[in-house]
């Protein structure tokens, strides 16, 4: 148990006054009394699938994930995608030209992308070679207005997770918060640090239907993390963040758990074959990372020419040899056993 910790001392000052706006939908929750007409939200009353605002609570979606992640529905946040979790958690704790926040590259770019949108300083710790945190590095880095420490494990673009010594002993000696971002946690073995959100109150994950829940387009991110820290991050989410359709898709999907489960198992055993097949590869590809993501890291001779190459024969993947400790290394999404195939038998016409 982490004891001398107090979500107050982080949040920002003009956040812990504010009131959340009260829609609505907020004031008078129980809609479903049949007889109860409802003439409080200007909306147009004609029927069409869409013309009510949808629950700002999304209390269904959440009752689904809750059963599904063996959560209690008050740890759940959700937003348009994880990009609006995190944007919401830079806005509740980051004093913007003040705090500044610990990414740990090669990793999400997103991290940047919001700390400079909301012009927080960013202080990058290298990976070791091996893609694990430094920690102590870290620590020694860490000052009193770093407020966020980003943890990607399963981590994108390299694909391991980082060891559990080190995450338990980040939690208990870093004084901020640290996000563990668990977007590919569905394709690996280890376990998500979701128990022990409880235990560590400066604990936040987040998860997102993007991936292994197969609906990126309807943009579902998800934020789990102790009560008082959700409570911070209601109180200043934009009140309907989350639109009807994409509540829908996602109910509709979180009751199939077997199809998501074997699609996968499918996935994990794809990928798995693509990595053996890849090793067996004379020639260029000159490593196969380990991966507990849905894809693949592989180091080659030339990241810029196997790029184009395999443009050439409709295939794109992504280059990242601009990445550090990413020289000449390109990352490879997993696909249906076809289009695996297919990356495989281009891979091996290229010269
Ligand atoms: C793909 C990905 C996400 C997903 O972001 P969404 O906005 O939920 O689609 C989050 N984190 C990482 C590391 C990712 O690679």
Known sequence: ????????????????????????RDEYKDASISEMIFLDANENPFENGVNRYPDPQQNDVKDLLAEIK????????????????????????????????ITLPPTYGMYNVLANVNDIAIKEVLLSEDFQPKVDKILKEA???????????PNNPTGNSFTEKSVEKLLKKFKGLVVIDEAYI?????ESWLKKINKYPNLIITQTLSKAFGLAGIRLGICYASKEIIKVLNTIKPPYNINELTQ????????????????????????????????????????????????????????NKRYQQLIDYGVVIRNRTNQPLCENCIRVSVGICEENQ??????KAIK
């Open 1 to 24: 148990m982490k004891t001398d910790f107090n979500i107050n001392n982080l949040i920002r000052e003009n956040i812990k006054s504010l009131k959340p706006y009260s829609s609505a």
């Open 70 to 101: 063996n959560v209690s529905k008050e740890n759940i946040l959700l937003g348009n995608g994880s990009d609006e979790v995190l944007d919401l958690i830079f806005r509740a704790f980051c004093e913007p030209k003040e705090d500044n926040i």
């Open 143 to 153: 000052d009193a207005n770093s407020k966020i420490l980003f943890l990607c494990s």
């Open 186 to 190: 569905d394709f690996s073995d280890k």
């Open 248 to 303: 829908q898709r996602a109910i509709e999907r979180l009751q199939q758990i077997d199809e998501i489960k074997n699609e996968v198992a499918q996935l994990i055993s794809e990928r798995n074959r693509l990595k053996k097949e890849l090793e067996g590869c004379d020639g260029y590809i000159e490593k196969v990372y380990p991966s507990d993501g849905n894809f693949l890291l592989l180091k080659v001779d030339d990241a």
């Open 342 to 347: 297919r990356l495989l038998r281009a891979l």
